[in-house]
């Protein structure tokens, strides 16, 4: 390991106090919480300040770390546990952000931009509407590419219920997208 602390020896010691551990710990992983955090909020700020929410909870239980699944597991599900409660806590989503964070081509023109970001509008209100363990399951699925049984760890659920869970997102989007698909506006 190069003479590096595995992941399990930092938070043995963020548990003790030690603050420059626990600063490891974040800079190992804080890349992947911001991005789930923000696939879930699609906003900058509510994603930095729910990557940070995320953090300081792994700071204030790193004692109650068994060490029984890998740090990044149940670092995960308390990401995981607080992407739903901040959809809880927080019922308004701004508008003006694209579905995937990112933007038309640039060789694409004015009005190509514009249609593309009215999808893009369409699709994320059609995400916002579903339920939020649904929406969860089917970000984790779709864009973060987890498994079912990784997505099954995160959300403290069986491997038929994740199933379950996306069977019934793919349903109620498609059944919301369906209307817009016959408009011509999708």
């Known amino acids: 390991m190069n003479g590096e602390m595995d992941d399990r020896q930092l938070i043995a010691q963020a548990a003790a106090g030690?603050?420059?551990?626990?600063?490891e710990l974040v800079t190992r992983h804080q890349s992947w919480v911001l991005k789930l955090a923000y696939r879930y909020t699609r906003d900058r700020q509510d994603a930095e300040e729910l990557a940070q929410e995320i953090f300081f909870k792994a700071w204030r239980h790193a004692g109650s770390f068994r060490g029984e699944s890998a740090f990044s597991t149940w670092l995960y599900r308390l990401a995981v546990n607080a992407c739903l409660n901040q959809r809880q806590r927080k019922k308004t989503r701004?508008?003006?952000?694209?579905?995937?964070?990112?933007?038309?081509?640039?060789?694409?023109?004015?009005?190509?931009?514009?249609?593309?970001?009215?999808?893009?509008?369409r699709?994320?209100?059609?995400?916002?509407?579903?339920?939020?363990?649904?929406?969860?399951?089917?970000?984790?699925?779709?864009?973060?590419?987890?498994?079912?049984e990784e997505i099954a760890i995160a959300m403290d659920v069986s491997v038929a219920a994740v199933e379950s869970l996306l069977f019934r997102a793919r349903q109620n989007l498609a059944a919301i997208l369906r209307p817009l698909q016959r408009q011509g506006e999708l």
């Open 94 to 121: 701004p508008d003006h952000l694209p579905l995937t964070g990112e933007h038309a081509a640039d060789s694409a023109g004015a009005g190509d931009e514009l249609v593309t970001s009215e999808r893009e509008l």
């Open 18 to 23: 030690d603050q420059q551990a626990f600063a």
């Open 123 to 148: 699709l994320k209100s059609a995400l916002d509407s579903l339920p939020a363990r649904q929406r969860l399951a089917l970000v984790l699925a779709s864009f973060e590419d987890k498994s079912y």
